[in-house]
């Protein structure tokens, strides 16, 4: 069991960049891939990106491609999802999830394992 913290979530303007955390409770954590999701209201959740165990592979949505990056600190158990020039459709709740299958970087929500609680994040025109 993975206990996930999503954090750094808040209101900012168009083109501001934001960064958000996640902070796992288990010291097995390199031995998950990471992934964040985002849930606007009213519609389903969606693929943000994700990265490998390793940092070697990361996979992002084409719509924040260009944009936003995501990394990770195994050292610190933490995962991270670096957001610029945001937009106010970026508007959403911001959730990340481990999956412990590492052979592939999975893009949908029934593939992930363990989630975090979400942050929000809200972008004004």
């Known amino acids: 069991q993975v206990h996930l913290v999503d954090s750094g979530g808040g209101l900012v303007q168009a083109g501001d960049s934001l960064r958000l955390s996640c902070a796992a409770s288990?010291?097995?954590?390199?031995?998950?891939?990471m992934g964040w999701f985002r849930q606007a209201p009213g519609k389903e959740r969606e693929f943000v990106g994700a990265i490998g165990w390793s940092s070697r592979s990361t996979s992002y949505a084409n719509s924040v491609k260009g944009r936003f990056t995501i990394s990770r600190d195994n050292a610190k158990n933490t995962a991270y999802l670096q957001m610029n020039s945001l937009k106010p459709e970026d508007t959403a709740v911001y959730y990340c999830?481990?999956?412990?299958?590492?052979?592939?970087?999975?893009?949908?929500?029934?593939?992930?394992?363990?989630w975090g609680q979400g942050t929000q994040v809200t972008v004004s025109s």
């Open positions: 288990e010291r097995t954590f390199s031995s998950y891939n």
């Open positions: 999830a481990a999956d412990r299958n590492v052979l592939v970087l999975h893009s949908t929500v029934a593939e992930y394992d363990y």
